[in-house]
């Protein structure tokens, strides 16, 4: 088997590919040629390096199919054989090349016990902290290999995302914790204006650039970290919006509210104060779960004699299924979740309303505040990012990171009746009156009560 593989980088690339420094980033805008740098880097040091065993990331498996597999499918076709059940590319020098995606947080414990001399984050903004400090563990020497090798990790980003906070503290700001050596990390900024390929065969690319908005604009053509959006909540404060548990008053209005789904279950429990401050005090927040097991476990965490006023949930949970031919709603009350109501899922309309709970008001107060031990909210709530197509919505990716905080939007919006201002409600006055004649435990309806 052999092959010809032409390489032409620009400069830019050329500094990656000579980089051997632990952890190397490359990019900080679009069009800088990353995807090509990273695929390439990787295939010269399958070549180059006997028994190398390399590990290649994206966050989704579609965005890993187009980027990385089928054009090293083409490139590689005579050099490499693929073996599509393993996701890897196989060397006859015994190199490999493995592609894998981490659509969820727990996705990168697929790779625990595993070992790589190298490691490739294709976006590397699109991972958070989490999973970047845990591909660490598996960043070492294999035992493969005949020659000496550092092992070490390289990575591609723009700003934004998810993981924006922690590659900007590494690569950019260069703030280090403890056990952190500033030497192990290096940045090599690339800009569209340096691939000098699209600005030959695409120079209306720069012109798309050029009509973003202003703040976008410096981040993606200029590549500019400290204008970039950032988080779709800044607002939130720890220090502000959470507090330690306390006990509460048995006479305070309390709900839950429900985001469900197979890969997360996420409940959050709610108590409105006298003045209408609502306080998160517990939740649940587990994978795996069907219908049935999950409305058992809410009534398990739920102790006997708390009276919960009701249960907002997603509307979808409403539709049939065609597995049982039940409505998710039916199946959740026979397990015991009562007063079940849909909730307002109109998105734009539900951020606002929460950003309107995180406000702090004049009296130096937020309308929400959230037990500290409800570390998946505290965790994810923080963690949203702005939507790249639609202004005022947050990203709905990574999944895993979005239950919690639409349990929270279902929740602030059931305390605000619809077209009205945002105020704080107190906890005597109610949004749902199960005690009408018109409802009853299988149909209730909203019914605004003031």
Not at 15 to 32: D, L
Not at 224 to 247: I, L, R
């Amino acid at each position: 088997m052999s092959k010809e593989i032409l390489v032409c980088p620009n400069e830019k690339q050329k500094q990656f590919f000579e980089s051997t420094a632990r952890y190397t980033a490359y990019g900080g805008a679009r069009g800088g040629g990353k995807s090509w740098a990273m695929r390439m880097k990787l295939v010269l040091l399958a070549l180059g390096h006997e028994g190398i065993q390399i590990l290649l990331l994206r966050r989704t498996l579609g965005e890993l199919r187009e980027n990385h597999l089928f054009p090293l499918l083409s490139l590689l076709n005579g050099a490499a054989e693929y073996h599509s059940t393993e996701k890897e590319f196989r060397f006859p020098n015994g190199s490999r090349i493995r592609l894998g995606y981490c659509d969820t947080e727990s996705d990168v414990l697929q790779f625990q016990g595993q070992a790589y001399e190298v490691t490739g984050l294709e976006e590397a903004t699109h991972f958070t902290e989490r999973q970047f400090s845990a591909l660490t563990e598996s960043n070492r020497w294999s035992g493969n290999m005949k020659e000496p090798f550092r092992p070490r990790m390289y990575f591609t980003c723009n700003p934004g995302g998810v993981g924006h906070d922690w590659v900007k503290r590494l690569f950019v700001d260069r703030r280090y914790r403890e056990n952190e050596n500033p030497d192990d990390y290096r940045m090599i900024r690339s800009l569209v204006f340096d691939n000098k390929f699209l600005m030959e065969n695409n120079p209306d690319y720069v012109k798309t650039l050029m009509a973003l908005p202003e703040t976008r604009r410096k981040a993606m053509l200029y590549g500019d970290w400290n204008s970039f959006e950032g988080a779709f909540f800044p607002e939130f404060d720890y220090d502000k919006h959470t507090c330690e548990g306390f006990d509460l008053p048995k006479e305070w209005l309390k709900f839950r509210a429900l985001d469900y789904g197979l890969d997360m279950t996420a409940c959050l429990w709610i108590a409105v104060s006298p003045d209408g401050t609502l306080y998160v005090y517990r939740e649940l927040y587990e994978p795996g779960r069907i219908l049935s097991d999950a409305g058992r476990r809410i009534c398990e965490l739920t102790p006997a004699g708390e009276a919960i006023r009701y249960t907002v949930a997603s509307p979808d949970l409403w539709n049939r299924r065609q597995d049982s031919g039940k409505s998710g709603f039916e199946i959740l009350t026979a397990g015991g979740v009562k007063r079940m109501v849909k909730a307002d899922n109109a998105r734009i309309p539900g951020w606002r309303c929460l950003r309107e709970y995180l406000r702090i008001d004049e009296n130096g107060a937020p309308r929400l505040v959230i037990f500290r031990s409800c570390r998946n909210l505290i965790r994810t709530l923080p963690m949203l990012r702005f939507d790249e197509h639609v202004i005022e919505d947050a990203a709905d990716t990574p999944h895993e990171l979005t239950h919690a905080p639409e349990a929270l939007r279902y929740a602030v919006m059931s305390r605000t009746p619809s077209g009205k201002q945002v105020r704080r409600l107190p906890f005597t006055a109610s949004l749902y009156r199960f005690d009408d004649p018109r409802n009853d435990e299988e149909t209730y309806e909203q019914i605004i009560d003031y």
